[in-house]
């Protein structure tokens, strides 16, 4: 009987399974009869259509086991189908949750260390007994003005935790640069990094994140924070630089209040 004969009511069967392909396919690679590649290229296409149907019917299956409420479903097991987790995680929603991301979760932002109670500012003052928080820091020409001493107030009510310096600048004249420096909490040693200046524009309560600080240490009355500020003006100009600047602080306890609580606004 001729090959083609042989092979002649394969293409028909319906119960045709990939063994059966295989076998066949080994058959004509061993004897090669005369038109065996024809053969084997008919026979490599049955193969493909029945992977393919293989592979309908297995995500059908997960489809309907991601409904939920099915027993013994994916749904049962905590693992959904795929085409319900593309539903729910669009292109839009992965790139709000940054799903594409190396973090694989929520975003989170926040700008100070987590505390355990209120986040407040307490703004700095001339010393003297000054009760404005604008402070005018005069300027020379080219090089630095005079420096200026400030200091908070103190909270005698509260128990509090220095947990950053902020800054906010109003120069009369373009370019004019305000600095700092000899950053202290009740005779602490100076809690900038070096003795020198440091800029305030690195302090600005318009940053991202607060500037770090050498320490974080907790200020109880009667002390209280201590600074020395002063502005450097560009050559042709000599004018006033307007600045403000505030101690945020976490109370750890109030005297009226009791102790700090957690909450979503500390974190």
């Given at each position: 009987m001729a090959?083609?004969?042989?092979?002649?009511?394969?293409?028909?069967?319906?119960?045709?399974?990939?063994?059966?392909?295989?076998?066949?396919?080994?058959?004509?690679?061993?004897?090669?009869?005369?038109?065996?590649?024809?053969?084997?290229?008919?026979?490599?296409?049955?193969?493909d259509a029945l992977i393919a149907k293989a592979a309908a019917?297995?995500?059908?299956?997960?489809?309907?086991?991601?409904?939920?409420?099915?027993?013994?479903?994916?749904?049962?097991?905590?693992?959904?189908?795929?085409?319900?987790?593309?539903?729910?995680f669009t292109p839009e929603v992965m790139r709000n949750y940054n799903l594409e991301g190396a973090a694989q979760g929520l975003r989170q932002f926040s700008v100070a260390p987590p505390g355990s109670g209120r986040l407040v500012p307490i703004s700095f003052y001339l010393t003297g007994g000054s009760t404005t928080p604008i402070i005018t820091l005069p300027s020379v020409a080219g090089?630095?003005?005079?420096?200026?001493?400030?200091?908070?107030?103190?909270?005698?009510?509260?128990?509090?935790?220095?947990?950053?310096?902020?800054?906010?600048q109003y120069p009369a004249v373009a370019n004019a640069i305000g600095v700092m420096q000899d950053f202290k909490i009740g005779g602490s040693p100076n809690l900038f990094l070096y003795e020198t200046n440091v800029l305030m524009d690195d302090y600005d309560t318009d940053k991202e994140q607060y500037a770090g600080l050498r320490a974080y240490p907790v200020l109880i009355s009667p002390n209280v924070s201590e600074v020395d500020v002063a502005t450097f003006a560009p050559v042709l100009?000599?004018?006033?630089?307007?600045v403000a600047l505030s101690l945020v602080t976490e109370v750890l306890r109030d005297d009226a209040f009791g102790p700090g609580l957690p909450g979503a606004y500390a974190r």
């Open positions: 090959h083609e004969d042989i092979y002649a009511g394969l293409f028909q069967r319906k119960a045709i399974s990939l063994g059966d392909i295989e076998s066949r396919i080994e058959h004509l690679i061993d004897k090669r009869p005369v038109g065996w590649k024809g053969h084997i290229v008919k026979l490599n296409a049955v193969r019917r297995k995500g059908a299956a997960l489809a309907a086991g991601s409904i939920p409420g099915v027993a013994g479903g994916l749904a049962a097991s905590g693992i959904r189908g795929m085409d319900v987790v593309e539903h729910e090089g630095l003005g005079a420096f200026s001493a400030l200091v908070t107030t103190p909270v005698n009510w509260a128990v509090l935790r220095l947990v950053a310096l902020t800054t906010q100009s000599a004018a006033a630089n307007y």
